[in-house]
């Protein structure tokens, strides 16, 4: 196995492969990093001249791009050429649910994976070191083992898991940065120099103690238990919210109390409409269903309330806004300040405001919808996803704004559904002004100014904060 990485090739040009490898190249000049993928489209925007068309927006990313497009960083759909190329292919394809048969809704989909393993096989002519990027089950990299190793040409593969942790929004801060890097592999040999060969390329710049290395499993585990723990943060503080709202307790001061403790921490106790995105529901879903199939049922059904919690937040947020209006919303426009499932970042998988716009909509309320990142097309296609009415009804009952102004005036209410910095900083007066009264605004991010926005006269409701 070559121990020494002059090519790197990354199956997959998504919202990890994409800036992972932007930044693997930015600080390793000497190893040519290409990063393929089969929709051409998405290839074509990581090729756009003008990098604000890059396919995804995160802080930092057109800069490092910049830096090395085209020295060494190439995007490209030729995957068969950059498979061969390389001695280090890391897979960072998407790993999203089951939607059919067995494990549906709950089990990891490995299709696009044991697709690149396939790939891998079928093209190799010299050893390689194939990196799991993506999340995956424990054991997969067993499964991988199993497709190369019966390739019957002599080929050698070395398998590692090298989980990414990167956080959207703050992308290119938690690659620069990260709080660790984690390398699981073989425990032979060359398993050992396999592992070196990462350590290697991230020691350009994660200094050596932020570089982990265990076996393939505790790696791959790590990734799933690492967002479990952190999204049961987030339910947790959630669960506390409703409390909050129903003891006159305040959620934020719950958080900061407890958050002192250094035992518990600050950071990740954010009250909010629900977490989204597209990984911690699915990877809390892939945990259960692990855990399941090993007959784990009190350790499967512990994970599974997490996400219980969080759809009861995002279901009782919708509901909350029924009820203050009057018990109805139908026919009132509802402006949605925010529709990603974060700030920061144009993704909406996952998102919370998409549920809630769907709760809304069944009671045929008319949304307004206004995100300073997302395309129109996206929350369209966000909603028509779910099934639960015509595109034709969507499109009627749904309007998208590019202005925060045009969504709200002439609403009943106004929800935020994001923590977008811009939304601190509106003209509320105006917003005001131009509102039906009584004008209620539904803060599901805790971000307003309470005592400014009832002192214009909204109604004005923040999760987590009772009266
Ligand atoms: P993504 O959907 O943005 O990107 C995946 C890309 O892989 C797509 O562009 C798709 O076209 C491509 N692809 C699929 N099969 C392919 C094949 N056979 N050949 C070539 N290209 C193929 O997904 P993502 O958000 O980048 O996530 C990728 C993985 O990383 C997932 O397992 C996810 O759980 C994990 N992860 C994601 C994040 C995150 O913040 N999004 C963070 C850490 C880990
Ligand atoms: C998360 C993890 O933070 C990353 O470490 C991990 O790599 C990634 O999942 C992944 O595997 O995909 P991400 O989903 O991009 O990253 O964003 P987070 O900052 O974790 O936020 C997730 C959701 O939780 C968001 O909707 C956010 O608004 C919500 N959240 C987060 C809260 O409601 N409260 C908080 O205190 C923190």
Redo the contacts with the bound molecule.
């Keep these: 196995i070559l121990t020494q990485i002059k090519h790197i090739c990354c199956i997959g040009a998504g919202y990890v492969g994409g800036p992972t490898m932007a930044v693997i190249a930015q600080k390793c000049p000497n190893v040519k990093v290409t990063v393929v993928d089969l929709n051409a489209k998405r290839i074509a925007a990581w090729n756009h001249e003008d990098l604000t068309q890059l396919p995804i927006y995160e802080p930092g990313l057109a800069e490092v791009v910049k830096e090395a497009r085209g020295r060494n960083l190439f995007f490209s759909t030729e995957i068969e050429k950059a498979i061969d190329e390389a001695q280090m292919i890391f897979i960072s394809v998407n790993t999203p649910t089951k939607t059919y048969g067995a494990g549906k809704g709950m089990a990891a989909d490995l299709k696009y994976i044991e697709l690149c393993a396939r790939q891998i096989a079928k093209i190799s002519q010299d050893d390689k070191i194939v990196v799991e990027k993506s999340?995956l089950p424990v054991r997969t990299a067993q499964a991988i083992k199993n497709i190369l190793d019966h390739t019957g040409n002599g080929v050698k593969f070395q398998i590692l898991s090298n989980p990414?942790?990167?956080?959207?929004?703050t992308a290119i801060e938690d690659l620069h940065s990260p709080d660790r890097v984690l390398i699981g592999g073989d425990t032979t040999i060359e398993g050992h120099k396999a592992i070196q060969a990462l350590v290697d390329i991230y020691a350009h710049w994660v200094p050596k103690d932020r570089i982990l290395t265990t076996n393939v499993w505790s790696s791959e585990l790590s990734?799933l238990t690492?967002?479990a723990f952190?999204a049961q943060?987030?339910s947790s503080?959630n669960a506390m919210s409703e409390l909050c709202e129903k003891t006159g307790a305040d959620v934020n001061e719950v958080a900061r109390a407890i958050g002192m403790d250094s035992r518990i921490g600050p950071k990740?106790?954010?009250?909010?409409v629900?977490?989204?995105?597209?990984?911690?529901q699915k990877?809390i879903l892939n945990l259960v269903y692990i855990a399941k199939s090993y007959g784990l049922h009190e350790v499967a059904n512990y994970w599974e309330q997490v996400v219980i919690m969080n759809d009861h937040q995002k279901r009782r947020f919708a509901y909350n806004i029924v009820k203050t209006l009057y018990n109805t919303v139908s026919g009132k426009k509802i402006a949605f300040l925010g529709w990603a499932?974060?700030k920061d970042t144009n993704d909406t998988r996952e998102s919370?405001a998409i549920y809630v716009a769907d709760d809304l909509l069944n009671e045929q309320a008319l949304l307004a919808v206004y995100d300073p990142k997302v395309s129109d097309e996206q929350i369209y296609s966000d909603l028509d996803y779910l099934n639960s009415r015509s595109s034709e009804d969507n499109a009627t009952s749904v309007t998208i704004y590019n202005s925060p102004y045009d969504a709200c005036k002439g609403a009943h209410a106004i929800a935020v559904l994001t923590?977008w910095d811009e939304f601190k900083e509106y003209d509320w007066l105006k917003l005001y002004n131009d509102m039906q009264k009584p004008a209620f605004v539904f803060d599901g991010r805790g971000i307003l100014d309470k005592e400014l926005l009832e002192s214009i006269g909204f109604v004005y409701y923040k999760i987590g904060e009772g009266s």
């Design positions: 999340t990414e942790f990167l956080a959207e929004g990734k690492a967002n952190l943060r987030v503080i990740f106790l954010k009250a909010s629900g977490f989204g995105g597209s990984c911690f990877d499932f974060k919370a923590e």
